[in-house]
């Protein structure tokens, strides 16, 4: 049976906008993905609480940024109860063994990579494919993490369909910069988390409702 080849995506998405859209679409072609989850995060370690939406709205948010394309919006970290992201791609790839998962990551993620909990462990769990973005690049190629990754780079076409995953590897894809940030949405538009009030989406994963009134 041929592997179900998935991208994830994990981030707060407060809230989810074209530009996770646009470079997850670009992902899914440069890798021959079947599709990719966003990881809609309960809580990130690395971020502050304040200025955090409600889950449920940004899962909402996601929702409606990813309709008719093959992106997939959950908050199945919720459900497993994981809060790191080592543990979360352990626990997916304990649930779903027919699937063959890729870290996509932008260079402003691969330049605090290093202050991941076990991310060595993570590279050494999946592929990993780092999409460019804007001011980020010389940081994210003079990090520390970047210093042990760079052995491991591989180029985009040994992670077609047909090839055979293995890790480390890492990719490095570039495609034409998008500006679009969640925190300049949110400085335009401070009540964006206010349209979703009263919503409780499904996901899209467990088929759980994610109700309301959940916090981050």
């Known amino acids: 049976m041929i592997p179900v080849r998935t991208g994830l995506l994990g981030g707060s998405f407060n809230p989810a906008h074209g530009g996770h859209r646009r470079i997850t679409r670009f992902a899914i072609e440069a890798l021959d993905l079947d599709e990719a989850w966003w990881l809609v995060s309960p809580g990130n370690p690395l971020k502050p609480k304040k200025g955090m939406a409600p889950l449920a709205a940004r899962l909402a948010s996601a929702q409606a940024i990813a309709r008719r394309t093959r992106i997939v919006p959950t908050a199945i970290e919720r459900?497993?109860?994981?809060?790191?992201?080592?543990?979360?791609?352990?626990?997916?790839?304990?649930?779903?063994?027919?699937?063959?998962?890729?870290?996509?990551?932008?260079?402003?993620?691969?330049?605090?990579?290093?202050?991941?909990?076990?991310?060595?462990?993570?590279?050494?769990?999946?592929?990993?494919?780092?999409?460019?973005?804007?001011?980020?690049?010389?940081?994210?190629?003079?990090?520390?993490?970047?210093?042990?990754?760079?052995?491991?780079?591989?180029?985009?076409?040994?992670?077609?369909?047909?090839?055979?995953?293995?890790?480390?590897?890492?990719?490095?894809?570039?495609?034409?910069?998008?500006?679009?940030?969640?925190?300049?949405?949110?400085?335009?538009?401070?009540?964006?988390?206010?349209?979703?009030?009263?919503?409780?989406?499904?996901?899209?994963v467990t088929h759980h409702l994610v109700a309301c009134e959940e916090g981050a």
Not at 156 to 173: D, I, Q, Y
């Open 79 to 204: 459900d497993l109860g994981t809060r790191y992201t080592v543990d979360t791609l352990r626990a997916l790839q304990r649930r779903y063994p027919k699937r063959e998962f890729v870290w996509l990551m932008g260079s402003d993620n691969l330049a605090q990579f290093h202050l991941w909990r076990k991310w060595r462990t993570i590279a050494r769990m999946m592929p990993i494919a780092v999409i460019a973005r804007p001011g980020y690049d010389d940081t994210a190629l003079a990090s520390p993490a970047m210093a042990w990754l760079r052995r491991y780079r591989v180029p985009k076409a040994s992670l077609s369909k047909g090839g055979r995953w293995s890790a480390p590897a890492l990719v490095l894809l570039r495609f034409d910069p998008d500006p679009r940030s969640a925190t300049a949405i949110r400085r335009a538009d401070p009540g964006w988390a206010l349209r979703y009030s009263g919503h409780s989406p499904r996901d899209n």
